[in-house]
């Protein structure tokens, strides 16, 4: 990888005001070179690391545009390695058209996340710093952004680092009695090791928990809306989107198909979907559409379940009412600004969280907002404390609970200390594992495979 100098482009693919190439490698202030060139005259392979140029670009000897070239050398840079980053105008022709004089000049495609993966490898972030640049960048309002910042700026993996170290100090005792059992050593006593463990398990609690309670701020949530026909689920979806996504008619069964957006609600960030109208039709193309809402209401990780208050609830309803039993969902008490109908009582009975809203005037979305955020704990998450910021990272806390939990169990029933050493020991290379410290190449590939080209 030393050898292979790559660039890409790294500004989205779309015109604006500026567009930037980053060229990174052991060539590349000399590749850079070939097609920069300073209005100073200065040769850009002796500019010092921090230094802007002014110049123009230039490909087979025809000027492209005029820009400026950012050096950086190693290990002062992103990467850790010589970088140059030539800021042209923005537009997606002239962009291209430079990076593709990069590559003429001797450069190779970045691929996917390359730039931060060799972040990693050279030492610069480890590589729970490095998803958390993927989800600052996806973050869809302030607490996520706070909670990605802080990651980046290593709060976790010290928390982690910590709890690691913790282990390992009772590895280091018990290794030794478990390696020279003749030799004069001071026993190793259960007592002195169960506190280490449960307070490890207790910060790794703690770590999870927040992760839980902050998913649908930082991670986002699954939510499906749901009712029978003409309740208002295609008003409600315009609501929460703030433009004509769901087609609304007085015709039952418009919506035949799974209509999905993303969407913010308040610090919530909520992928929706909104479903035909669920109700016994003999209608084929319907059928299907109603099909496919109540498998999206099974598997959705929140449910907006419409009712129209103005009418008095029907079989449909109650069916509906059935499906969501034992899920997190809220009833929308839909059309306030008529007169109400519903029975409140049945619907209250029913779930656990129920709003009064007018979808087609938007009275009630703070409601609805306030009953989501008491679903996920939401209030309770700290974006300031020690974060994951992945399903990896969590999975790698859980499995370091496991073991710790098996080390305890070991320790309690008076199993032999080897063994404790054996459930130690994959502690910590489960945490170890988060902050890639012993993480596979596997792992690493398919941290960065999610990561966009030019980042």
């Known amino acids: 990888m030393k050898n292979r100098t790559i660039a890409a482009i790294a500004t989205p693919n779309a015109p604006g005001g500026i567009g930037i190439v980053r060229i990174s490698g052991e060539n590349a202030v000399e590749i850079a070179a070939k097609i920069f060139h300073p209005v100073s005259g200065k040769a850009l392979t002796e500019s010092r690391g921090y230094c802007a140029h002014f110049g123009e670009v230039f490909d087979n000897n025809e000027k492209i545009d005029e820009a400026v070239c950012l050096v950086f050398r190693a290990p002062r840079s992103y990467t850790g390695e010589d970088t140059a980053e030539i800021s042209c105008h923005g537009g997606l022709y002239i962009t291209k058209r430079v990076l593709r004089a990069a590559l003429e000049a001797g450069a190779a495609p970045a691929e996917a996340g390359e730039f931060t993966k060799r972040a990693f490898i050279n030492?610069?972030?480890?590589?729970?710093a490095a998803e958390s640049v993927m989800a600052l960048i996806g973050a869809s309002g302030k607490q996520a952004a706070a909670a990605a910042l802080n990651t980046l700026d290593g709060n976790l993996s010290r928390e982690i680092r910590k709890c690691a170290d913790n282990i390992i100090g009772v590895c280091a005792s018990l290794a030794a009695w478990v390696d020279y059992p003749d030799e004069d050593i001071e026993d190793t006593d259960a007592g002195d090791m169960l506190p280490v463990f449960t307070e490890t398990r207790t910060a790794l609690a703690d770590i999870i928990r927040r992760y839980d309670c902050g998913r649908a701020v930082t991670d986002g949530i699954d939510a499906v809306i749901v009712g029978r026909p003409n309740v208002g689920k295609s008003t409600l979806m315009n609501m929460l989107t703030g433009f004509e996504r769901s087609i609304v008619t007085d015709i039952a069964g418009t919506t035949r198909d799974v209509v999905e957006e993303r969407i913010v609600l308040g610090e919530i960030v909520m992928r929706i979907a909104d479903t035909a109208g669920i109700r016994e039709t003999e209608n084929v193309v319907e059928n299907i559409g109603v099909s496919l809402a109540k498998r999206r209401l099974e598997r959705a990780e929140l449910v907006l379940a419409v009712f129209d208050g103005s009418e008095a609830l029907t079989a449909d309803d109650c069916d509906i009412m059935e499906q969501c039993r034992g899920?997190?969902?809220?009833?929308?008490?839909?059309?306030?600004?008529?007169?109400?109908?519903?029975?409140?009582?049945?619907?209250?009975?029913?779930?656990?969280?129920?709003?009064?809203?007018?979808?087609?005037?938007?009275?009630?979305?703070?409601?609805?907002?306030?009953?989501?955020?008491?679903?996920?704990?939401?209030?309770?998450?700290?974006?300031?404390?020690?974060?994951?910021?992945?399903?990896?990272?969590?999975?790698?806390?859980?499995?370091?609970?496991?073991?710790?939990?098996?080390?305890?169990?070991?320790?309690?029933?008076?199993?032999?200390?080897?063994?404790?050493?054996?459930?130690?020991?994959?502690?910590?290379?489960?945490?170890?594992?988060?902050?890639?410290?012993?993480?596979?190449?596997?792992?690493?590939?398919e941290v960065f495979s999610r990561f966009c080209v030019g980042k």
């Not at 020690?386 to 309690?412: F, G, K, P, Y």
């Open 123 to 128: 030492g610069k972030i480890d590589l729970a």
């Open 327 to 445: 899920k997190r969902a809220v009833a929308l008490l839909n059309k306030t600004d008529l007169p109400v109908a519903a029975d409140r009582e049945i619907i209250n009975a029913a779930f656990s969280h129920v709003v009064e809203l007018s979808a087609s005037t938007g009275e009630g979305r703070d409601e609805l907002e306030k009953a989501v955020r008491k679903i996920f704990s939401t209030d309770e998450f700290d974006p300031n404390a020690a974060c994951l910021t992945s399903e990896r990272q969590r999975q790698c806390c859980v499995n370091a609970m496991t073991h710790i939990d098996e080390a305890i169990a070991a320790l309690n029933t008076g199993v032999t200390l080897d063994a404790v050493n054996v459930c130690a020991d994959c502690a910590i290379d489960a945490l170890l594992e988060l902050t890639g410290e012993k993480a596979t190449s596997a792992v690493v590939d």
